[in-house]
């Protein structure tokens, strides 16, 4: 009993500590942001790099945000008792897929499982040439 609570406890630490980083590493890029919107300037070529540079740090930006909302979700089913049981069928998930990924929801059978659902939809999206009213319903 000792062990799952110390087990816990640095599970715990480790998505807290990495949530506190990429927290930070998320304000941090707002505040840069901000301040590079105020130096535009130069020519035709500086602006279209600084606007290809900006989608470049947005998109970096947001996957930090999904992946603390992961965190979040993490913590949650760790304080239920249900973290490292996948949400899709209950079994266990495997303790290298943990430690790669330690905000895992599926175990690998399952994510593999959803992310060719996944798949198959956006194939069918691109063949009609946009999204479906489903492929929300599908990537949650």
Not at 84 to 94: P, Q, W
Request: net charge positive.
């Amino acid at each position: 009993m000792a062990n799952t609570a110390r087990r816990r406890a640095h599970l715990e630490r480790m998505l807290r500590d990495r949530r506190r980083e990429l927290q930070g590493e998320v304000r941090h890029g707002i505040r840069n942001g901000r301040a590079d919107l105020s130096k535009q300037g130069g020519d035709d070529v500086d602006r279209s790099d600084a606007h290809s540079q900006g989608d470049i740090d947005l998109a970096l930006l947001q996957m930090r945000t999904e992946t603390v909302r992961r965190i979040d979700a993490a913590l949650v089913r760790l304080e239920a008792g249900t973290y490292g049981s996948c949400v899709e069928c209950s079994m266990a998930i495997s303790e290298p897929r943990l430690r790669a990924l330690p905000f895992a929801a599926r175990c690998q059978a399952c994510e593999e499982r959803r992310e060719e659902e996944h798949g198959q939809v956006r194939r069918a999206e691109q063949r009609r040439g946009g999204p479906s009213l489903f492929s929300e319903m599908v990537s949650s």
